[in-house]
């Protein structure tokens, strides 16, 4: 079974400018989760979409976006870039089901790397 | 915000001594993870222990878990030069329909060949 793909893996953008970032999950998961990690503050969540819905969102600005497909692929968007935003972008899927432990069980990409300069 | 608060920060050991991570939070939990990240990489889940455990094995890794001092800590046995990588905790802490991990800050682990 292909493992959650991440792509581009690496970025280079201006501040000001705007991202899109892609994941495809695993075959058959239908839960993705948006994860930020810089060295500073270390892994911070952002959203969660579980069919083609946001179920849950961490503390950041607007300015991050998500969305899912129907096929449980998704992309998160970042717009006006700032510096603050160079870090490493994770995605994890799940089953997202209820009832199994097996829900909570995230397997991430390889991230994409975003330089803002 | 960081639920989890692993320690020591970084730790280096030599190939075949034992390593042991630790973990506080501070929240009530379901369940609480440990995973390992190899530089600059994603993450690889290690393992799941429940809220009503006390210990749990997985071949060279032993989780133990005490929900009243909300710490717990991850032993790695045999140490080998492999398991060099940053090892993060992350609870489990949601409410009905939420599927959120909070996650610490890690410890680097450095295993000397």
């Known amino acids: 079974k292909a493992g959650v793909t991440q792509t581009p893996r690496y970025l280079i953008k201006t501040r000001g400018q705007q991202v899109t970032l892609s994941c495809s999950p695993i075959?058959?998961?239908?839960?993705v989760s948006w994860y930020q990690q810089t060295p500073g503050q270390g892994l911070q969540f952002l959203f969660e979409?579980?069919?083609?819905?946001?179920?849950n969102k961490g503390n950041f600005p607007g300015r991050f976006s998500g969305r899912q497909f129907s096929n449980s692929r998704s992309e998160m968007n970042v717009s006006t870039l700032e510096l603050g935003d160079s870090a490493l972008y994770l995605c994890?899927?799940?089953?997202?089901?209820?009832?199994?432990?097996?829900?909570?069980?995230?397997?991430f990409g390889a991230g994409t790397r975003l330089s803002v300069l | 915000s960081q639920q989890g608060e692993e320690d020591p920060q970084a730790l280096s050991i030599q190939e075949g001594e034992n390593a042991t991570m630790n973990c506080s939070y501070k929240?009530?939990?379901?369940?609480l993870q440990w995973y390992r990240q190899n530089s600059g990489r994603g993450l690889v889940h290690l393992i799941l222990?429940?809220?009503?455990?006390r210990e749990k094995h997985s071949g060279r890794l032993r989780v133990t878990l005490d929900t009243s001092k909300k710490s717990s800590s991850l032993l790695i046995t045999a140490s080998r030069a492999a398991d060099t990588a940053s090892y993060f905790c992350?609870?489990?802490?949601?409410?009905?329909?939420?599927?959120?991990?909070?996650f610490g800050k890690g410890t680097k682990l450095s295993v000397i060949p």
């Open positions: 929240t009530s939990i379901n369940n």
């Open positions: 222990i429940r809220s009503n455990e």
């Open positions: 979409y579980f069919s083609e819905t946001q179920r």
């Open positions: 992350a609870t489990d802490n949601r409410g009905a329909g939420s599927y959120q991990l909070t």
């Open positions: 994890a899927s799940s089953l997202g089901l209820a009832g199994t432990l097996a829900k909570n069980i995230q397997y």
């Open positions: 075959s058959g998961h239908r839960s």
